[in-house]
């Protein structure tokens, strides 16, 4: 499905309290952003209209949430279903930012001292065409070596998505790059967990009879350097 131009994206973007224009200026300072710094930092990559990432953060004010995304186009949706989401509910907006940012390129982002605790990877696009195409993949080896440096110790990594190739192959990329899958399904929705929020992509794969795999996966410690040789085991 294409997306419309949305000539209004930008202004309303630029005028939203909670949407972190020139993002980078927080790189390794984003805890700070937050009127509860304290609070676990979790990221969502890829939030798209923020139907999941409106729900959780709403659902959790005790932690504190990022939710990216390259494109303005989606990221405007984003900005209104927080808003709506959080007037329902009577609550203010305060644990939760949007930006606009490629993640292939996160490292102008985030930092150490950032010491995020989750990542949420839902329905990134697969990528499956060409094999030169999949390290695009939000979960590829490449990419989860990107995200290391400012995870904490036993950071998890949620990933749900339709596709059974780039689920078998994101089960393969994981431990390349020191993360352990410690749970997961091939049929999410056979015995729902309370916890689930569905995606709008996963509501639109569930409607087409395809099944969502989801796995969750934590970050093992980075590989010890062996006594007098200064070079990873
Ligand atoms: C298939 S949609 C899924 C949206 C949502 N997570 C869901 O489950 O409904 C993938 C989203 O990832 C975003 N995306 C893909 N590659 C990206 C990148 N390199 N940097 C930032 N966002 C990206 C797209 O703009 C899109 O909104």
Known sequence: MRM???????????????????????????????????????????????????????????????????????????????????AEKGLAIDNVKTLAHDIERIPTLLDVPDRVERIYINFCNPWNKKANHKKHRLTHTRQLLLYRPF?????EVWFKCDDEDLFNDTLRYLPQAGFTVTWQTRDLHANEPAWNIRTEHEQMFTEMGIPTKALIARMDAPPVAAPGTGSPR
């Open 4 to 86: 419309r131009f949305k000539p209004y994206a930008g202004p309303e973007l630029a005028a939203c309290p909670f949407h972190m224009n020139d993002a980078t200026q927080y790189r390794g300072h984003w805890r700070e952003t937050f009127a509860r710094p304290e609070q676990p930092l979790h990221l969502e990559l890829g939030c798209g209209k923020g139907g999941f990432l409106s729900r959780l953060a709403s659902r959790h004010p005790e932690i504190n949430y990022i939710g990216v995304d390259i494109t303005d186009k989606v990221l405007i949706l984003a900005k209104r279903n927080i808003e709506r989401v959080y």
């Open 151 to 155: 995870l904490v110790e036993n950071a």
